[in-house]
Each structure stands twice: as C-alpha cells, then as structure tokens.
C-alpha cells in the first residue's frame, strides 16, 4: 500500500524516501510502483516508552504542544495548560530517568500565558514567548533562569484595540543570531492580507534587555503569506519561515526576511491540486533545501512533506495518507541524514504517528498513538544519543515519549 503520494504519481514511503535522499545532487529515477512498507513494529521492538503523564499532580502541567529541547542532558518543555498559577500553563524539566520539576507557572499579574512554543536556551537562560497574557493580554516574551526566576521582557499588543502595529498571539518561539532574538506573531501589524482585512502577523526582533523592534508586517507587498506560528530559521544570515495561509494561492508560504527586514515570498502552496497547504511547521536546512510539514493539501487533503530550494524551486512535495499519519503540524528532525517526523492524526487508531526516512529509502512507522494521554502529537523530536524524545498533546492531560529506532 502506498503512504504517499507525489504531485504525479502514488509510490510507497520507501519510495518517497529516495527522493528526500536526493537532497545534494541529482534527484534519483521515480519509482511509480509501490515498493511496500515496513510493517508496524510492537512498542517493545521500536523502543517505545512512556516517560511521564502530565497532570499528575494540581501543580503540574498539561497538554504540551511545543518541541522538547536538550540541555546538558536534561529535556525543557513548556505546557499550554495546567500548573499552580491557575491552569495557564508551565515551563517543565525531565530527565532521561523520568524525574519532572515545573520550574515556573504561568498565571500572575501581568505575566504571560498559555505557552506554545519551544524554548531557547542562551547561556543558561531560557527565553520563549506565551501566546496571551502579559500587560495588555496579548502574550509576551519573557526570559527564565534554571532555579526558575523569570522576567517579562515584552507584553505584546491587545487584541481587541487599535492600532496593533506591534503584532500579538505569538505562537512561535525565538531563535539567535549573533546576540539578538527573532520570532513572529501569528496576528497584528499595521497591514493587511490575503483579501480578508485581518492584520495577519509580523515579524521582529527583541534584544536579551528586551528592546523590541517590528521588522516586518506581513501584507504590505502583492502575494504575502499570512498567519505565521512558526519558529524562524537562520541560513547564513537570512532567516527562513512559513505562514500558515495568504500567499498568491491563499495556502500559506515559505518566506525569507534579512535582519533589516526586507521580506520575499520564496514559494506559495497550492500551485497544483496535489500541493501542500498551511504548513504549521517550521523548516530544517538540509544540504541547501529547506523541509517541512503542511497540515493540509496533498492527494486527499492529508498533508504533506515537502521541500523547496532557497530560490523557490518545490524539489519535493509527498502526501501522507491517513493510515499512516494526517495533519503533521511539527518540524521534522534530521539525525545523521535520517528524517523523523510525527503527525498529530492517522495511524492504526487515527490518534497520531512516529515515522521516519533514511536516506537509503527505507521508510517505517515508528509507533502509532493509541491512549487518551498518548496521543495528537503536536511537536517535533528531541535527539539525545540515539533516542528520541517527544510529547503529545493528548484528549486528557498529555505526555512525554520516548522511541529508540
């Protein structure tokens, strides 16, 4: 049975895998014929375990949607709900040994709530953004130390007045160039796109003493994508991302923005009927190309995997089927050319995947999600050693994961 499908012709995962082998030189013949899947391995025989259940205790947090990130050892998270400071989220620590501390929760006067993003450690110092909350209820940014001392950098605009030039919702987290913080709102701005009227996010960049600048409003030029939630990507100084919709076909896009903000849309999904739409994910730099996830489009609206060249070219573009995993909203992971993935629906229960693509074309589902707390991954993969590490959204309270291939 075919996993994917091209813009042109069904082949199996397998197949689908020689082609993102391709990624430095020429890309290898299509096979049309599907090769076969690898069939579903036990839990036991994949590696799979369960490492913690949110929601254990009252201070404890819930339902995680953001990347887990490796620091010396230890994996940092954050929830979008639970903990002490009224269910407004948290910002937590486990160790491969499965011990859990909640280093701070979200919830007091003035601070922000409702994280959604991955963390970014500089130095020591953690930094991320809440979608809401903070002064004006429209998120913030805020930096927090190891013992858990944390301090709002800046509260972003409200959302129900005018004008909202600085942006609001940051759905995504930050990353570091040379000393100064970039991310995006998902909304605001001083202009707008994709023919609704909505102010529809911004670019900026915020310095670690929180001097905050708007680099860029999406909308101001013909084709503009919209909507973006997620992180940005650094490529020899030119960051790369992704807006959810807009665009010349109204499904999203992958962008390029310098540090002085100038912007240009590099590729609009929906280009064939087949195309990718509203990626969700950010991107990885892989040899040049730059892959991601599209929560919709493909061949039967599932999603997709793709992969665009920095001058605009879609090198490739694969659908995932639902038997296999639908919906993949998280980044992808490359460890030493092998590209894991997960999808937050489909598989055996239609409650999310674990899969991968090695470069020789190998292609496996990892683990298919089957419980009420292990299920509707949302993020991407940590790597520490040769285990993978991730959490799921879950219907319940959520969890963290691990899978050794």
Same mark, same amino acid.
Request: glycine letters at 18%; aromatic letters at 8%; proline letters at 4%.
């Given at each position: ?165 600085? #942006?609001?919702? @940051?759905?995504? &987290? +930050? *990353? %570091?160039? !040379? /000393?100064?913080? =970039?991310?995006?709102?998902?909304? $605001? ?86 195309? #990718?739409?509203? @990626?969700?994910? &950010? +991107? *990885? %730099?892989? !040899? /040049?190309?730059? =892959?991601?996830?599209?929560?919709? $489009? ?86 520490? #050693? ?9 219907? !319940? ?9």
């Amino acid at each position: 049975m075919s996993i994917f499908t091209t813009n042109r012709y069904a082949v199996s995962l397998g197949a689908a895998a020689a082609l993102l082998a391709g990624c430095g030189g020429s890309q290898p013949p299509l096979n049309a014929s599907p090769q076969g899947l690898t069939s579903q391995q036990s839990e036991e025989a994949m590696g799979f375990k369960r490492v913690h259940n949110f929601g254990r205790s009252a201070e404890d947090g819930k339902q995680p949607e953001a990347d887990l990130i490796d620091v010396n050892g230890t994996l940092y998270g954050t929830t979008v709900n639970g903990g002490s400071g009224g269910g407004y989220g948290t910002v937590f620590s486990i160790t491969p040994s499965r011990k859990e501390t909640v280093l701070h929760s979200f919830g007091g006067p003035g601070d922000g709530t409702n994280p959604t993003s991955r963390l970014l450690d500089v130095n020591g110092t953690f930094y991320g953004t809440t979608s809401q909350g903070g002064k004006n209820g429209g998120g913030t940014v805020f930096s927090l130390s190891l013992d858990g001392t944390e301090k709002i950098l800046h509260s972003f605009d409200d959302p129900s007045s005018s004008p909202q030039s600085g #942006g609001f919702t @940051p759905e995504a &987290g +930050l *990353i %570091d160039v !040379q /000393g100064t913080l =970039y991310g995006t709102t998902s909304q $605001g701005g001083d202009s707008a796109c994709g023919g609704g009227g909505y102010h529809c996010g911004t670019v900026f960049s915020i310095t670690p003493d929180g001097r905050f600048k708007v680099l860029y409003t999406f909308g101001k030029q013909s084709g503009d994508g919209g909507f973006p939630q997620a992180p940005l990507l650094d490529v020899d100084g030119t960051l790369y991302g992704t807006t959810t919709s807009a665009g010349i076909h109204n499904h999203g896009t992958v962008f390029s923005i310098t540090t002085a903000g100038k912007e240009h849309t590099v590729y609009s999904f929906g280009t064939s009927g087949n195309d #990718g739409s509203n @990626p969700m994910s &950010g +991107l *990885i %730099d892989v !040899q /040049g190309r730059l =892959y991601g996830t599209t929560m919709n $489009g493909g061949s039967g609206d599932y999603g997709t995997v793709f992969a665009v060249t920095t001058d605009g070219v879609e090198a490739v573009s694969i659908s995932l089927n639902a038997t296999y995993g639908s919906q993949p909203v998280a980044d992808l992971k490359n460890v030493k050319g092998v590209l894991y993935g997960t999808a937050m629906n489909g598989g055996t229960h239609n409650l999310g995947t674990v899969f991968r693509i090695t470069k020789g074309g190998k292609a496996t589902v990892l683990h298919s999600f089957s419980d009420n707390n292990h299920t509707l991954p949302r993020a991407g993969l940590a790597a520490i #050693g040769g285990t993978l590490y991730g959490t799921t959204f879950g219907i !319940q309270n959520g969890s963290v994961f691990s899978i050794t291939p």
